[in-house]
């Protein structure tokens, strides 16, 4: 079981950047596809990014390509997810969440935290 804790999210202008992390409990971390995932109210749960267990594969939605970047460390049971020129169409909880298969569905992810609120203003 893994068990995982986002932080990193706050308030931010148009045009700001902001890091969110992700800290993984459990030995196995490096055995899953890491993931995150945002949400606003009375909307599905939207894919951001994904990356596989070695780090050598990467997915993200086309609204943040370019703009954001996902990345893990197995030694320290992290991820990250680099946020550049933020837009306020980024505004939502955001969540990181691991999986036993490298994929983009968040019905396939297994395990999730609690999610991070991050706002951007225009």
């Known amino acids: 079981q893994v068990q995982l804790v986002e932080s990193g999210g706050g308030l931010v202008q148009a045009g700001d950047s902001l890091r969110l992390s992700c800290a993984a409990s459990?030995?196995?971390?490096?055995?899953?596809?890491m993931g995150w995932f945002r949400q606003v109210p009375g909307k599905a749960r939207e894919f951001v990014a994904t990356?596989?267990?070695?780090?050598?594969?990467?997915s993200y939605v086309n609204s943040v390509k370019g703009r954001f970047t996902i990345s893990r460390d197995n030694n320290k049971n992290t991820m990250t997810l680099q946020m550049n020129s933020l837009k306020p169409d980024d505004t939502a909880v955001y969540y990181c969440?691991?999986?036993?298969?490298?994929?983009?569905?968040?019905?396939?992810?297994?395990?999730w935290g609690q999610g991070t609120q991050v706002t951007v203003s225009s």
């Open positions: 969440a691991a999986a036993q298969v490298f994929t983009t569905s968040a019905s396939q992810y297994n395990y």
């Open positions: 459990g030995r196995t971390f490096g055995s899953y596809t």
């Open positions: 990356i596989d267990r070695g780090g050598f594969s990467r």
